[in-house]
Structures are given as C-alpha cells and as structure tokens.
C-alpha cells in the first residue's frame, strides 16, 4: 500500500480551490444515461485488429497490442478540485489517472499533464504548486511528467494522459467475471460525501484525513492482480460510485451480482453527514441513470452505494476456489481484504442488495 502526503499550503493568503468550482474530483463526470447519449460506442468506421480494448466497451483505459506478447495502454482523466490545497489535488488527480492503468493490471510509463486555469482568478503560482503535487506522485512510481497542454478556462481543472504497458497474457478487463466469482474491494467508499462536507464547512478535520490519504493511495496492486490469473475481472471505482462501476461488470459479463451492504468497505462516519445534507450532486446523477438496475436498496443506503468517488479502490473479481490465495496476497501487501459480495448468473436486476 503506498500513499504519498503533500504539505498543505500555509501561506496567509491561502487560496482554497474548492471555492471556484461547481462540482469536485469525478463527482463531476457526466452521469451515465447521458454519456450514452453522447457515445456511439457500436460507431467504428475502419476495424483495427491490435485495439484490443476500445471505445465499445466501458473499461478503464484503451489497449493497443504491440505484437504477441506486449500491450501499450492509454488513458486520460481529468476533474475539478476535490481538495482546497493546490499540491494536493495535483496529487490526487495522478493518483487517479495512473489508476487507469493499473486497472487494466499493467504499469505506468509516462505521463503528460492536462491543465485548466482562470488565470484572472487565481494565480499563476498556484497552478505551480498543483503540478508540483503531480509530479511528486509520477516521481513516486518512477515515470516522468514529461509535458502537457493548458487552457484558460473558467474553472481549474488538472489531470493526466498516462501511457502504460502490460503483457498479453496479464491484461485485465471489466467484463469477463464468471459466475460464483467473490467480489472484493480494495478502498473504502464514501469520498463523495466527505469532501461534500468540507464545502459545506461541517466536515471533521480527522475524517477529511483520511479521505484524503485515501485518494492519495496508489492502486500499484493492481499490477500484482495482473499476475493472478484467477482474478478474472478488474475495475477501479471513481464518478459512477461503485453500483455503477459494478454494473458495467456484470453487463459487460452479461452476469448479475448479490451484494451485502454490510460488508462492502466503507468509512464508518458516513451517516452524520448524510444526515446533514451532505450528499454531492453526482450521487442523484448516478441514481437516476441506474436506480432501476438495482434490487433491495433502501433510500439512505443508496447514497453511499451510487456515491461518486474520487481515486477510487480496485473493484475485484475473483474465481471462488481462489479466494484465501488472493486473500493471503492481498495482506502481504497490506490490504485485509474480504469479499462483499458474488457474482451470479444474469437475472432482471443487474445488482441486488441485501
């Protein structure tokens, strides 16, 4: 488990980010009845035999095969500050970004940075300072920033195009889970709510904490999952909330799951919050666009299941005689890890929740 800190601006005229922004981290991805709207995924106007993974399914990154054995990846992400310390939420955008390629059990390479700036609200130095935070992360896992694009635009937005690589044979996907696979999850959810929190000023100070050394948590375990042939499906969780990302599984594996609230991972102050009204936009978003795939999940329980998160855990499916091996690698990395759920042959819902 790696989680890189960041110093927290000091200066007595500190600039907090979240003050210029309407949405935060993926809460502020497009939800995603309307991106199938926007997304002709069946579109493919010349066939290209080495894109192994591409725009007709819903995974975490693109795939080109480079001969037989090698795979480049390609990804890109980017968001509005979930954070107000500018180094920070250079950080957390990378950690986000490279997650992509971890997702799909491979290793980064490089990475190029995506920059906007309101350049007449807020100082070019702070900007500075976001980069700084991003290039703390790439150096952490020995890539290089090696350049970018920027814009002036009306909101700061920072992220990443990552490029990685992956054997063949180590390549995973969201949608080849098989049925009696245990689900496991390697972060906790609620960042969404948390981070809501602070821009509503009632958050805890110990509570953001450790949201947010939970956004700065690498998902560089996702490249040991590229090793274990028995972990036959990966995902990371971040805007659709983890019923959403968990979806795209079982669609994609033409598969439904069962699930027990209980036992999903998941920071265990979320209720006071929620009690306060302290539920982001993207959790309604995600809701409406798939409320009606869902069984047995009641009102509250749903604003944590369908919250948007930002730097996400890995979403794991894992073969059923398997588990305790999986289990015992996960805990020398670090992770105590249990499964929450199961995937299950395809029936009308695609998720149930009990």
């Known amino acids: 488990m790696t989680i890189i800190t960041t ?20 809460g502020c991805k497009i939800s995603p009845e309307i991106l199938d709207k926007i997304v002709n995924r069946q579109f493919q106007s010349e066939i290209f035999p080495s894109l192994l993974v591409g725009n007709k399914s819903n995974d975490d990154a693109a795939v080109f095969e480079i001969d037989n054995q090698n795979c480049i990846i390609s990804t890109t992400d980017f968001f509005t500050p979930i954070v107000d310390d500018p180094a920070t939420f250079g950080s957390i955008s990378s950690v986000n970004a490279i997650s992509d390629i971890y997702a799909m059990g491979g290793e980064p390479l490089l990475a190029i940075a995506i920059l906007g700036w ?9 900007a500075s300072k976001v980069l700084e935070g991003s290039r703390k992360i790439c150096a952490s896992v020995s890539i290089p920033l090696a350049g970018g694009h920027s814009i002036d635009c009306p ?17 995973k996907r969201n949608n080849t889970s098989v049925v009696g696979s245990l689900l496991y999850l390697t972060k906790p959810i609620g960042v969404g709510i948390i981070t809501t929190a602070q821009k509503k000023g009632i958050v805890n100070n110990e509570h953001l904490e450790v949201a947010t050394n939970s956004m700065l948590t690498l998902n560089k375990i996702g490249a040991t999952f590229g090793n274990l042939k028995y972990v036959n499906a990966l995902t990371d969780v971040t805007g659709f909330g983890l019923l959403g990302h968990l979806i795209e599984m079982c669609e994609g594996s ?19 919050y929620i009690q306060q009204n302290s ?3 993207g959790t309604a978003r995600n809701w409406k666009s798939y ?21 996400g855990g890995l979403l794991v499916s894992v073969d059923f005689e398997h ?23 395809k029936k009308e819902k695609a998720v149930y929740v009990s």
């Open 254 to 272: 033409n598969l439904s799951a069962e699930i027990e609230f209980n036992k999903v991972p998941k920071f265990d102050f979320l209720y006071e």
């Open 118 to 126: 309101p350049i007449n609200k807020i100082e070019p130095s702070v």
């Open 7 to 26: 110093q927290a601006n000091t200066e007595s005229n500190e600039i907090k980010l979240t003050q210029f922004t309407t949405g935060g981290g993926c």
């Open 323 to 345: 588990s305790s091996n999986f289990e015992t690698v996960c805990l020398k990395a670090g992770f105590a890890l249990k499964p929450f759920g199961r995937m299950i042959p």
């Open 279 to 281: 539920t982001p936009g």
């Open 291 to 311: 409320g009606h795939k869902i069984g047995g999940l009641g009102d509250l329980n749903h604003s944590i299941l369908a919250d948007p998160q930002t730097s």
């Open 155 to 171: 909101e700061p937005i920072f992220g990443l195009a990552v490029t990685g690589k992956v054997k063949k044979s180590c390549l």
